[in-house]
C-alpha cells in the first residue's frame, strides 16, 4: 500500500471522528459554520464537518431553579428579607433566542424579581405580606413571564419560600402574640370562674331552697303531732291547756337530752338555783289548777247552752 493511500485512509479516519459528537439527553448543541448560526442538534449521535463546522454551546433543556433573596420595605417602615424561588426552563422552539439574545438568564431572572418584590410588598403591612405572599409570587411570575418568553425562556413557578423580619420586629411580633393569647387565656379564665360561681350561687340556692321546704315539713309535722297528743290527752281526761303545759316540759327535758348528747357529754346544765325547781312545780301546779278551772267553767257554758237548745227545740 502506498504511503499516499495511507495518509488518505489516515486523514479520513480523523475527519469522521472529529465530524462524530453526541447530544446528551435535555441538552441541545448550537452548531456555527464559519462563525455563524448554522443549525441545532438534539438529543442522540450527530454529525458536522471537521474545522468548518464548530459546536458554539450548549443548552440545558432541563427545568432550573434560581433561588433570589431580597430586602425591602413594607407600608408600615419594617425591614423584610423574602427569599423567592423561581423555576424556569429554556423553551425547546426559541434555543436560538435564549443562546443567542440572553447572554446571563440568572442575572436577568434577579433583576425583574428584586423590581416586582419592591414595587409590591411596599403596598403592603407586614402582617399583610404574610398572609398574601401567594399574591406576591404570582405577581413574579406574570412580570417574569411577560419578560423572559421574549429570551426564550418559560417560567415554571415562582414561590415566596421565606419571610424573614429584622430580629427586633420578630421579637416584637412574639411579644404582642404572647400577651394576645394571655389576654385570650385571662377571658377564658374569667369565664370559667364566672360560670363555676354561677354554679355555686345556683347550688346553694337550690340547697336553701330544699332546707326551708324541709324545715316547714318538720314544723308541719311537729304541728300535727302536737294536735294528735292533745286529742289523746283530751280522751284520757286533761284538756286542752294541761296537755299543752305537758308537751313543754316534755320537749323541754328533749331538748337537755339532745345537747348532752350533741355535745359527747353526760354534763347536763340545769338551773343551780335552789327554788328553781320548786318555782317549776308550783308553776305547772297553778298552770294546771287553772286550766281544770277553765275547763269546767267551759264545760258548765257548754251545758247551758245545751239545755237553752233543748228547751228551744221542745217549745216548737
Known amino acids: 500500500m502506498s504511503p499516499l493511500l495511507v495518509t488518505i485512509i489516515i486523514v479520513g ?6 465530524g462524530v459528537f453526541t447530544v446528551r439527553q435535555q441538552s441541545a448543541a448550537v452548531i456555527q459554520r464559519f462563525g455563524k448560526f448554522h443549525s441545532i442538534r438534539h438529543a442522540g449521535l450527530q454529525l ?5 463546522d464548530q459546536i458554539a454551546g450548549r443548552i440545558n433543556l432541563r427545568i432550573q431553579q434560581l433561588d433570589v433573596n431580597v430586602e425591602t420595605k ?35 431572572i434577579t433583576s425583574y424579581v428584586f423590581d416586582t418584590v419592591r414595587a409590591e410588598v411596599p403596598k403592603l403591612k407586614l402582617d399583610d405580606v404574610f398572609e398574601k405572599k401567594d399574591d406576591i409570587a404570582i405577581a413574579i ?36 402574640n404572647a400577651a394576645e393569647r394571655q389576654k385570650v387565656a385571662a377571658e377564658y379564665d374569667g369565664e370559667a370562674e364566672r360560670i363555676r360561681i354561677v354554679a355555686k350561687a345556683t347550688a346553694e340556692a337550690e340547697s336553701k331552697r330544699l332546707q326551708g321546704r324541709g324545715i316547714a315539713d318538720q314544723r308541719r309535722e311537729i304541728a300535727r303531732g302536737l294536735e294528735e297528743s292533745v286529742h289523746v290527752l283530751n280522751r284520757v281526761g286533761i284538756n286542752s291547756q294541761e296537755a299543752s303545759a305537758l308537751i313543754v316540759i316534755t320537749q323541754h ?15 347536763i346544765l340545769l338551773p343551780n338555783n335552789p327554788t328553781a325547781a320548786n318555782d317549776m312545780l308550783v308553776d305547772l301546779t297553778t298552770s294546771f289548777a287553772a286550766a281544770n278551772t ?11 247552752e245545751e239545755k237553752e237548745k233543748r228547751d228551744k227545740q221542745r217549745d216548737q
Open 13 to 18: 479516519i480523523l475527519i469522521i471522528l472529529l
Open 48 to 52: 458536522r464537518i471537521p474545522v468548518i
Open 74 to 108: 413594607t407600608k408600615d417602615d419594617v425591614f423584610v428579607r423574602l427569599k423567592v424561588s423561581v423555576q424556569y426552563l429554556v423553551l425547546k422552539d426559541k434555543i436560538y433566542d435564549a443562546f443567542y439574545r440572553l447572554e446571563d438568564p440568572n442575572q436577568q
Open 141 to 176: 411570575r406574570r412580570e417574569l413571564e411577560q419578560s423572559m418568553n421574549e429570551y426564550g425562556y418559560g417560567i415554571i413557578k415562582a414561590l415566596v419560600t421565606d419571610i424573614d423580619p429584622d430580629v427586633e420586629v420578630k421579637q416584637a411580633m412574639n411579644r404582642i
Open 253 to 267: 327535758y328533749d331538748t337537755l337530752q339532745a345537747v348532752s348528747e350533741s355535745t359527747r357529754s353526760n354534763l
Open 294 to 304: 277553765m275547763g269546767k267553767i267551759n264545760k258548765e257554758v257548754e251545758d247551758e
